[in-house]
């Protein structure tokens, strides 16, 4: 789905926050990138979208080269990519319901998006995203009366009613309590799982990482030090990425969360496959 | 240093000894200034006519009271004029100043180089020019009349709501315009639901504020014959119709205290 090659940027300040980055994403995959703050998470993924320039490399979202596209080629690719933000992002001002349309811009014309004249269709789309979400009585309110858990389930709404193939998730729980975070990356792999999308999801809390994610890539100064299954972190990988630490308090809380998790998981699986 | 070992303990003061010193100096530089100054004045001042102010102070009241009420019939065409040049010239300069705004912010400027120094440019001729400049430069252009004050108004009007605006535009939070941008939304469409609704409030803000000065400023507009009360004030004084005089000045008053009131009441609802 998503493929990067050779992916370098320095910035003009002289950080050189990727150093020939190869990944490569299947569809469906939801892979977590972790790293310690500084690593290049947030450029890596903001390349992707070009949000940030990238210097030199090559971006592969399916068979379409990201990297060079011109400016309407580029709107055009970002309608396939939705991000999700870390402070959420949601346009404060504005109603819970125009933020979930905002993620329909690339598809509707300006006069349309001006007058609010959205769609019937994307309209029906926001409305099951807000009610998959549980906020389908919230779509009147502005977004800036939400509490944090609530404002990033509007902003995965937001991503989702772009009908995209990727997901790119910048650090979607920095900002949340424990129990909230758990809640929305459950909420965020649930969904990719039901619309096999890819995900890239950045990521500094090690623990969760290794619950929901299946993949797990470590960034470390700009380069990829790890990739490989959430198990395999030990702490001779960890203090690679990270540096010296106490590690084994770590490994094995997940170890026991893995547990629980996978039980978790079998049930969701049931599910969504009931055996016929 | 702030902090200072003295035997065991650490003493800490607020400055160094030295800028102690500088923050004294520049206080005894500032007396002297003062000083020097007082006498400058002192020495150019005809003393006699200040001895004697409060006096003439209080003939002059005494020549305006009792306020002529009945000349009222004749001033309300005058104060609708003047809240007319006021509402009006606002209108314009709001019109004029949004695209100025987007011109010169930093980060919505087409180009840097040629577009916003022209908008900036824009801006403080129209700030560093005083209204009542702009309207006797104006009535010798196209006659006396409120038009001339309509326009004057807009002309001062365009720098101030335009600075205010752009400096707000600049403020935004860039993640909001980011995340916009990130749904391949046009530029167009960033502008209206990226940047917009964070600067509607300020947008309030400054329209309603300035409407309020500009009702103020369009009172005086008269004088030099741009139209408004100012006039009738103008004519008032220089046939010495004191009573005519104090009537127009709680009229402009109540005037100013009515606009202050709808513009604390519009902020209010609005943001």
Same mark, same amino acid.
């Given at each position: %789905?998503?493929? @990067?090659?050779?992916?370098?940027?320095?910035?003009?300040?002289?950080?050189? #926050?990727?150093?020939?980055?190869? &990944?490569?994403?299947?569809?469906?995959?939801?892979?977590?990138? @972790?790293?310690?703050?500084?690593?290049?998470?947030?450029?890596?993924?903001?390349?992707?979208?070009?949000?940030?320039?990238?210097?030199?490399?090559?971006?592969?979202?399916?068979?379409?080269?990201?990297?060079?596209?011109?400016?309407?080629?580029?709107?055009?690719?970002?309608?396939?990519?939705? %991000?999700?933000?870390?402070?959420? #992002?949601?346009?404060?001002?504005?109603?819970?319901?125009?933020?979930?349309?905002?993620?329909?811009?690339?598809?509707?014309?300006?006069?349309?998006?001006?007058?609010?004249?959205?769609?019937?269709?994307?309209?029906?789309?926001?409305?099951?995203? &807000?009610?998959?979400?549980?906020?389908?009585? %919230?779509?009147?309110k502005r977004a800036d009366e939400l509490s944090g858990g609530q404002r990033q389930r509007v902003g995965i709404c937001r991503a989702l009613i772009q009908n995209p193939d990727l997901l790119l998730v910048d650090e979607p729980t920095a900002s949340l309590d424990p129990k909230t975070s758990r809640q929305i990356m459950r909420l965020i792999c649930e969904l990719c799982e039901e619309?096999? &999308?890819?995900?890239?999801?950045?990521?500094?809390?090690?623990?969760?990482?290794? %619950?929901?994610?299946?993949?797990?890539?470590?960034?470390?100064?700009?380069?990829?030090?790890?990739?490989?299954?959430?198990?395999?972190?030990?702490?001779?990988?960890?203090?690679? @990425?990270?540096?010296?630490?106490?590690?084994? #308090?770590?490994?094995?809380?997940?170890?026991?969360?893995?547990?629980?998790?996978?039980?978790?998981?079998?049930?969701? @699986?049931?599910?969504?496959?009931?055996?016929? | 240093?702030?902090?200072?070992?003295?035997?065991?303990?650490? /003493?800490?003061?607020?400055?160094?000894?030295?800028?102690?010193?500088?923050?004294?100096?520049?206080?005894?530089?500032?007396?002297?200034?003062?000083?020097?100054?007082?006498?400058?004045?002192?020495?150019?001042?005809?003393?006699?006519?200040?001895?004697?102010?409060?006096? +003439?102070?209080?003939?002059?009241?005494?020549?305006?009271?009792?306020?002529?009420?009945?000349?009222?019939?004749?001033?309300?065409?005058?104060?609708?004029?003047?809240?007319?040049?006021?509402?009006?010239?606002?209108?314009? !300069? /709001?019109?004029?100043?949004?695209?100025?705004?987007?011109? !010169?912010?930093?980060?919505?400027?087409?180009?840097? *180089?040629?577009?916003?120094?022209?908008?900036?440019?824009?801006?403080?001729?129209?700030?560093? =020019?005083?209204?009542? =400049?702009?309207?006797?430069?104006?009535?010798?252009?196209?006659?006396?009349?409120?038009?001339?004050?309509?326009?004057?108004?807009?002309?001062?009007?365009?720098?101030?709501? !335009?600075?205010?605006?752009?400096?707000?535009?600049?403020? =935004?939070? *860039?993640?909001?315009?980011?995340?916009?941008?990130?749904?391949?939304?046009?530029? $167009? +469409? +960033?502008?209206?639901?990226?940047?917009?609704?964070?600067?509607?409030?300020?947008?309030?803000?400054?329209?309603?504020?300035?409407?309020?000065?500009? /009702?103020?400023?369009?009172?005086?507009?008269?004088?030099?014959?741009?139209?408004?009360?100012?006039?009738?004030?103008? $004519?008032?004084?220089?046939?010495?119709?004191?009573? +005519?005089?104090?009537?127009?000045?709680?009229? /402009?008053?109540?005037?100013?205290?009515?606009?202050?009131?709808? $513009?604390?009441?519009?902020? *209010? !609802?609005?943001?």
């Amino acid at each position: %789905m998503l493929r @990067i090659e050779h992916l370098d940027k320095q910035y003009k300040t002289g950080d050189h #926050a990727l150093k020939d980055v190869n &990944l490569e994403i299947p569809k469906g995959q939801v892979m977590a990138l @972790i790293g310690p703050s500084g690593a290049g998470k947030s450029t890596l993924i903001r390349c992707v979208n070009r949000l940030v320039e990238p210097s030199s490399g090559r971006i592969f979202l399916g068979d379409l080269e990201l990297a060079h596209l011109g400016s309407s080629e580029l709107r055009r690719a970002r309608t396939r990519m939705g %991000m999700i933000f870390q402070e959420y #992002a949601l346009v404060e001002r504005l109603s819970v319901m125009e933020n979930v349309l905002s993620g329909r811009l690339g598809y509707v014309g300006f006069w349309r998006s001006f007058f609010r004249k959205f769609p019937q269709s994307d309209i029906d789309e926001a409305f099951n995203l &807000l009610q998959r979400v549980g906020l389908d009585h %919230m779509a009147d309110k502005r977004a800036d009366e939400l509490s944090g858990g609530q404002r990033q389930r509007v902003g995965i709404c937001r991503a989702l009613i772009q009908n995209p193939d990727l997901l790119l998730v910048d650090e979607p729980t920095a900002s949340l309590d424990p129990k909230t975070s758990r809640q929305i990356m459950r909420l965020i792999c649930e969904l990719c799982e039901e619309r096999q &999308l890819a995900a890239i999801i950045n990521i500094h809390d090690v623990l969760l990482a290794q %619950m929901f994610a299946r993949r797990i890539v470590g960034l470390q100064l700009g380069s990829i030090v790890y990739d490989g299954p959430p198990e395999n972190l030990n702490a001779e990988v960890l203090t690679q @990425i990270y540096g010296e630490e106490d590690w084994e #308090a770590t490994i094995e809380k997940v170890e026991e969360e893995d547990e629980e998790l996978d039980t978790a998981a079998l049930l969701n @699986i049931a599910k969504v496959h009931p055996p016929s | 240093m702030p902090v200072r070992q003295q035997a065991d303990t650490k /003493i800490w003061k607020r400055r160094t000894t030295k800028a102690q010193f500088a923050v004294w100096f520049g206080w005894l530089v500032g007396v002297a200034i003062f000083v020097y100054c007082w006498r400058l004045i002192s020495e150019k001042t005809i003393w006699f006519f200040v001895t004697d102010a409060p006096k +003439q102070a209080a003939d002059m009241a005494e020549r305006m009271v009792p306020p002529k009420w009945s000349y009222m019939e004749v001033l309300w065409a005058p104060v609708w004029d003047t809240i007319n040049i006021a509402t009006l010239g606002t209108m314009i !300069a /709001i019109v004029i100043a949004v695209p100025v705004a987007f011109c !010169a912010a930093r980060n919505t400027t087409p180009s840097v *180089h040629f577009v916003r120094p022209v908008a900036l440019f824009i801006i403080v001729s129209s700030r560093s =020019i005083n209204s009542l =400049i702009w309207a006797l430069m104006l009535v010798t252009l196209i006659g006396p009349g409120v038009l001339a004050g309509v326009i004057a108004i807009g002309l001062r009007s365009i720098g101030f709501c !335009a600075k205010l605006l752009y400096e707000a535009i600049e403020e =935004i939070d *860039h993640n909001q315009v980011e995340a916009v941008i990130a749904t391949g939304a046009a530029r $167009s +469409q +960033q502008l209206s639901f990226g940047i917009v609704p964070q600067i509607m409030p300020a947008f309030a803000g400054i329209s309603v504020f300035r409407w309020d000065i500009n /009702i103020r400023e369009s009172t005086v507009l008269g004088l030099v014959g741009a139209g408004g009360i100012g006039l009738q004030l103008d $004519s008032s004084i220089s046939t010495l119709a004191w009573t +005519q005089v104090s009537l127009i000045l709680l009229v /402009i008053l109540a005037t100013v205290i009515v606009s202050e009131w709808v $513009s604390a009441k519009i902020r *209010h !609802a609005i943001i």
